[in-house]
């Protein structure tokens, strides 16, 4: 069913969904002493709100498990940064939502040229269809097409008019023309997936695809990033021999794929290590791994090829003070992954967007906002780009010729 749903045009872009602001801290009850008879001398009493407190959460950090990585990411630090030569750095301004209240986290974004459709699966399980059609108004009808049953993330167009999912749920997706869902591949060498993340298809029909995590599902993934360590898996399915093959294991959180226009390789984003490498698939270098693009200036999620010579990376999130702390100190993100237990993690997200890089790995110009966090998707049809999130109940697009970026001071 195809609803008409309301277009909003430049609207103001709220806050959605962004973890609560450290409040009731303080939730270790203290002796309060009555106003007259105070049976605690006021040294004491302040001893005693300052003690019980720190003592408390030394016990909570003491007990708790979690063990994250001594700093994995040592080079990670601010000072090596990529800075793009062109910049938006407000680009809430002029993007307009798309789909608000009907799209809710809609990760991913993929358009079929054929149909003029976009494709996008939403935290409520449905994969929506997005008709557009810039003549009429509104320019968008949204339709409920096809639930997944589980979370699908990553999208990609199989050669038998099928759409293939990486559903965080339940694995790697055929969704057939007819609706059909089948579940191709959920585990390799004996280990499930626990986070399918992002697919690609490739000339030849095979299939590339990521497992972000074996150890952590989408609910938790907060707590991959803060361990620190590599559970994410680079894989192919063959449809011809239905075969899944582990190309590259131990990567950190494994995020984004792409096939390279040339097909000669995959490009793969790790999100906490802040790079895409490629993974070569044919030719002389086949089966080896090379730097694509290093020190992005925030964490990559999906990466998407134009067809005009860029690739759009998402941004997740910039890089901040925070970050970078948590980068260094394994304790800190401890920290953090008790305060995310308890629900009390300030928000470190911020400056999320999308990057343009050219086929060489050259950083091309960089769009983001302040108030912009969790983008995991970009794409750009004609003179727009689209950003998908997990987060917020809209895409959102900006049109780059209006809104284009300009030459950065580096
Ligand atoms: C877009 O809408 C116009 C006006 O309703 C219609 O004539 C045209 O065929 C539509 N185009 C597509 C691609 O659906
Ligand atoms: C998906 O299913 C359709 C319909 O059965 C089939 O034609 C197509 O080859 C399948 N795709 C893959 C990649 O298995």
Not at 15 to 32: L, R, T
Not at 54 to 76: G, K, M, R
Not at 185 to 214: H, N, P, Q, R
Not at 261 to 275: A, G, K, L, N, W
Request: glycine share 8%.
């Amino acid at each position: 069913m195809w609803d008409s749903l309301t277009f909003i045009t430049k609207p103001q872009i709220q806050f959605n969904a962004i973890p609560e602001s450290m409040n009731s801290a303080d939730s270790v009850s203290v002796p309060k002493p009555s106003s007259k008879s105070s049976w605690l001398s006021a040294p004491t009493s302040l001893f005693l709100i300052l003690i019980i407190p720190i003592f408390a959460a030394t016990l909570i950090y003491q007990l708790d498990s979690f063990d994250p990585a001594p700093v994995p990411f040592s080079e990670l630090t601010r000072h090596l940064i990529q800075k793009a030569p062109a910049q938006n750095s407000r680009m809430l301004r002029g993007a307009e939502r798309v789909g608000y209240g009907v799209l809710l986290g809609p990760e991913d974004v993929a358009y079929d040229k054929r149909s003029g459709i976009i494709y996008t699966g939403c935290a409520d399980g449905w994969m929506k269809r997005i008709k557009r059609n810039e003549s009429e108004n509104p320019e968008f009808a949204v339709e409920n097409w096809v639930n997944t049953g589980g979370r699908p993330l990553g999208l990609a167009f199989g050669h038998h008019d099928e759409v293939l999912v990486a559903d965080a749920d339940k694995g790697l997706l055929n969704v057939t023309s007819e609706g059909e869902v089948k579940v191709l591949a959920d585990k390799a060498e004996g280990v499930k997936f626990l986070l399918t993340d992002a697919v690609d298809v490739a000339v030849d029909g095979m299939i590339y695809f990521t497992d972000a995590s074996y150890k952590y599902n989408m609910k938790d993934h907060v707590w991959d990033i803060l361990e620190g360590r590599p559970h994410g898996r680079l894989m192919s399915y063959d449809s011809a021999t239905k075969q899944t093959t582990v190309l590259l294991r131990d990567l950190y959180f494994a995020n984004g794929v792409v096939v390279s226009p040339d097909q000669s390789h995959v490009i793969y984003c790790e999100t906490p290590m802040r790079r895409c490498r490629k993974f070569y698939i044919q030719g002389e270098k086949k089966g080896s791994v090379d730097t694509f693009i290093d020190h992005l200036p925030g964490l990559p999620d999906n990466i998407r090829y134009d067809g005009e010579g860029h690739y759009w990376i998402a941004m997740s999130m910039g890089l901040s003070l925070a970050w970078d702390f948590a980068v260094r100190y394994p304790f800190i993100r401890k920290v953090m992954a008790i305060m995310e237990k308890y629900k009390l993690r300030p928000s470190v997200e911020k400056n999320g967007g999308v990057l343009a890089v050219d086929i060489e790995g050259n950083l091309i110009a960089h769009y983001y906002d302040p108030g912009l966090s969790m983008i995991s998707s970009g794409i750009k049809i004609g003179n727009y780009i689209y950003c998908g999130s997990p987060i917020y109940p809209y895409m959102l697009r900006l049109n780059i010729q209006e809104n284009p970026p300009i030459a950065a001071i580096i």
